[in-house]
């Protein structure tokens, strides 16, 4: 299972809105992994880009985004191996946070899309967003996407796709723990 995520560069008027500049957006997508009790047992992205099990894997940090538009491409992907997940994790949550704290609305598109295949091959699409474009995300920076739940040798994938009052990776993944997991 992949999580792809793509997404645009911000163009701001300047000059009297004379001419448009174009702004780097820098998301981060990021999965942390937590057991039956809700405890945080490890977290992948882009300053960790494997699970210690070999699992999950982060296709690495993407800083810039569509910069000249949109190519259709995922930014980064987040690979999961389910057969190889550590039998002692329960739940695995995937999320967004704006590095540089960009509102969502201020961004142009932000896709995200959840796959099976590789993070080089889409055999095939299960889900897709596009989260930038809805209103509900003005005023924030951070974003639960989706997760996936064990029971017992199968997993169950619930997309989430709500914003949080977070504003960084840290506090996603306690606003996480506290507030996603059932």
Known sequence: VCIGLNWGAIKKA?????????????????????????????????????????AISHSGDDRDGDIYGDDGLDNEVIEV??????????????????YNGQDFADIPYSKIRIFEGSAKRVD??????????EEAFRGNVSMVLGKLVRNGTNWEFTAIGEATPTKNIDETILYIQNNYLN
């Open 124 to 133: 095939s699409v299960f889900a897709t967003f596009n989260l930038s474009a």
């Open 14 to 54: 300047v000059l009297f809105n004379l001419f448009k500049q174009t702004v780097a957006v820098d998301l981060d997508g990021s999965v942390t992994m937590y057991d039956e009790s809700r405890q945080i047992l490890e977290t992948v992205y882009y300053r960790k880009l494997r699970s210690k099990d070999g």
């Open 81 to 98: 191996k389910l057969t190889q997940v550590n039998p002692k994790v329960k739940y695995i949550v995937f999320y967004l946070n704006s």
